[in-house]
């Protein structure tokens, strides 16, 4: 086991949540599946969506922030579209969507602990719109109508002029839809762009590694493959450096997402052969 590896492990077991650690032993030390997706079930509602995951959010209700997160980690996981725990995801999912594409706040969320930024939020948006589309489709899951809708609603948003500002938010549903391989007419021209703004970002000392790698991912990526070598490589020694001495990353909201930002880094280390 790597240094890195070691340093990270003994912080996750010692201030990260169930969720990091079960990705740790899943991804790093051979657990099973299903003992992933038992630690992941506890934050799964009766209803199928997710809470908790989203630290951001508090209310116990399902939210589709936390469930997009869920989706993640059954990506990151190789979860078959057969999980019983997936197949709960996607009924929720198909069961909440909204007419123009969407999934909102149920109105019990407002009456929690939120942060600002969710407190405003406006819908409909391409996120989450579109990043749980495009999670849906890595997992070759989502009822050709739920794709349809979030095709419609992208049709009507989306806005090539995003990807020319700084906001990473404002780039995350373009990455995290087109990222996949489907078929859409626009996916190569937003894929450029998309690739534009990394190389943008790459000489910028204020852009953590976690932002930057969220939008690579691996080398299998469209992004991993286009990135010229010599970017990629600084990326990944900057990534490593920002290894804290107690060995998590740091986080640049609340202190409660450094266990996921450090298994997040984990797996993008581990996906170029860091660790």
Known sequence: MSETLTRARTFLFTQGRDIDQAQL??????????ALLGTLARYQNPDGGFTRLEVDIHAP??????????????VQASVPATSDLLERIVAHLERTQTDDGDWRFAPGV????????????????????CTTAGLLRELGAGSPELHAR?????ARLANPDDLARDDFYAVRPYAFYFLPEWEHPQRKQYL??????????????????????????GPQTWT??????????DRLDRL???QEADGGWPSPYSPAWR????IQNLLTLRAFGRV
């Open 25 to 34: 032993t899943h991804h790093f030390e051979g657990a099973s599946p299903d």
């Open 240 to 242: 490593t450096a920002e």
């Open 61 to 74: 209700a399902s939210n589709p922030f936390a469930t997009e997160i869920a989706l993640l980690i059954c």
């Open 110 to 129: 407002y009456d929690h602990e939120l942060a600002p930024w969710f407190q405003g939020w406006q819908w409909p948006n391409l996120n989450p719109a």
């Open 224 to 233: 991993g493959q286009h990135i010229p070598r010599d970017i990629l490589n």
């Open 150 to 154: 979030v095709a419609r609603l992208f």
């Open 192 to 217: 450029a762009a998309l690739l534009d703004w990394l190389l943008r970002q790459a000489p910028k000392p204020d852009v953590d590694g976690n932002h930057f790698f969220a939008y690579v991912r």
């Open 259 to 262: 266990g996921w930002i450090t």
